[in-house]
């Protein structure tokens, strides 16, 4: 059973960056059957899909509010995933979920079968 944990969130200030990692266990072949999303929740908002990246890492995806400033990548040798976040800002303060799906490509209906615990980001003076 395919299990996810995410790390690397904290406290910065506005303008700072931070690299979430997830890290992928118990799955019995690669993890370049997985395509892997990201998602966030704040605190009385909606969950917001915010990046995906297909199973081999050819293709990739943003929402609108973190494009440009937001990278995702894999490195399937380590079982891991990345979000790399720069020029960060209040509103994306948020709990951070890692999520996977066995689909080569980025799934179009935004389902994932497979969640992580999330981590926090706070972004804040």
């Known amino acids: 059973q395919l299990q996810l944990v995410e790390s690397g969130g904290g406290l910065v200030q506005p303008g700072g960056s931070l690299r979430l990692s997830c890290a992928a266990s118990g799955f019995g072949s690669s993890l370049d059957y997985y395509a892997i999303g990201w998602f966030r929740q704040a605190p009385g908002k909606e969950r917001e899909g915010i990046s995906c990246?297909?199973?081999?890492?050819?293709?990739?995806n943003y929402a609108d509010s973190v494009k440009d400033r937001f990278t995702i990548s894999r490195d399937n040798a380590k079982n891991t995933v990345y979000l790399q976040m720069n020029s960060l800002k209040p509103e994306d303060t948020a709990v951070y979920y890692c999520?996977?799906?066995?689909?080569?490509?980025?799934?179009?209906?935004?389902?994932?079968?497979?969640w992580g615990q999330g981590t926090q980001v706070t972004v804040s003076s």
């Open positions: 999520t996977a799906i066995l689909n080569l490509g980025c799934p179009r209906s935004g389902h994932y079968d497979y």
């Open positions: 990246i297909s199973s081999s890492g050819s293709s990739t």
